[in-house]
Nanobody, 121 residues
Framework: QVQLVESGGGSVQSGGSLRLTCSAS????????MGWFRQAPGREREEVAV???????RYADDVKGRFTISRDNANVTVYLQMDSLKPDDTAMYYC???????????????WGRGTQVTVSS
């Protein structure tokens, strides 16, 4: 059974940093795409960053240059380093996993329970 557990959320002031961690188990982690998503109150869930099994990454436009996604296949962990945080980054952050097909990520179908990030001005 796939399990994803997030940690590292918290409250910071604008301009601060946080590092989110997602620990994975129950599947062949190294062959999966991993992603971070977020959902703020009253808003739809949005993709923040994705890292494919070859470590190719993509980011949402409003986090480029501020957030960095990385993965440690040996420790079955994915990270999201968040710098220069803004109040608009306030949201529940979710870790997600997707299998691959033909070298591309399939839709994300495994989700963690989330960790709250709050950025104050």
């Amino acid at each position: 059974q796939v399990q994803l557990v997030e940690s590292g959320g918290g409250s910071v002031q604008s301009g601060g940093s946080l590092r989110l961690t997602c620990s994975a188990s129950g599947y062949k982690y190294s062959s999966f795409c991993m992603g971070w998503f977020r959902q703020a109150p009253g808003r739809e869930r949005e993709e923040v960053a994705v890292i494919e099994r070859d470590r190719t990454t993509r980011y949402a436009d409003d986090v480029k240059g501020r957030f960095t996604i990385s993965r440690d296949n040996a420790n079955v962990t994915v990270y999201l380093q968040m710098d220069s945080l803004k109040p608009d980054d306030t949201a529940m952050y979710y870790c997600a996993a997707a299998s691959t097909y033909g070298g591309s990520c399939t839709p994300f179908s495994y989700w963690g329970r989330g960790t709250q990030v709050t950025v104050s001005s």
